[in-house]
């Protein structure tokens, strides 16, 4: 066979697959949006996931098998999300206010005055303004770089100081995360004690 045929045959070969390969990834990019409620691929696989887990959640509460729904409803919170988006974010909101509905119902069903669970949810309420915080900063770092970039300017300070705000942010998020740990341990000791008595007082 002539290379001279063979050798150009197999580089349009390889363009054509790049150009389909690049058409589906702008194709898929475009309808993800649509599909996954304008979610990041894998955010939207991992809520679904979570989803079945507090629909199997809702039935164990149902049967009163506390425990293994309160297991459940603490791996079903999503701590530290990959993709950082207001889309995403709020997504993560709501999935959080469900699995906090079910331990409000758990806590209901076994007679108990819960005084963890407004910890609980003011540590992810917390914890969801440091994400908005680090999403706001990456973003003004960016325009900031954009910006230099296009004057031909370097300001190294600059870059520093943005990276200082995002590293005082994480450290900020990894000490909200061991509060919620924390909290959430003691939560779940809580709803699986014996209710309390109420106090009686006797009448004169």
Known sequence: MDPSVTVPSVLLAALALFLIGWLLLITFRALGGALFGGLPFRLWVSLKKRDQRLETADHLIEQQQFAEALS????SLILSPRNLSPSALEAV?????GVLSRFGTIADSRGIQSDI?????????SRLELWRAKLESRRSAQKVQTKMEAKGEERPWVREEFQRRDEDITGRLS?????LEQQLEELCEELLSEPRAPISYPFH
């Open 175 to 179: 000490a909200n995360r061991q509060a």
């Open 117 to 125: 669970l407004p910890l609980v949810e003011g540590l992810l309420t």
């Open 93 to 97: 909101v709501a999935h959080h206010l």
């Open 72 to 75: 459940l409803l603490r791996k």
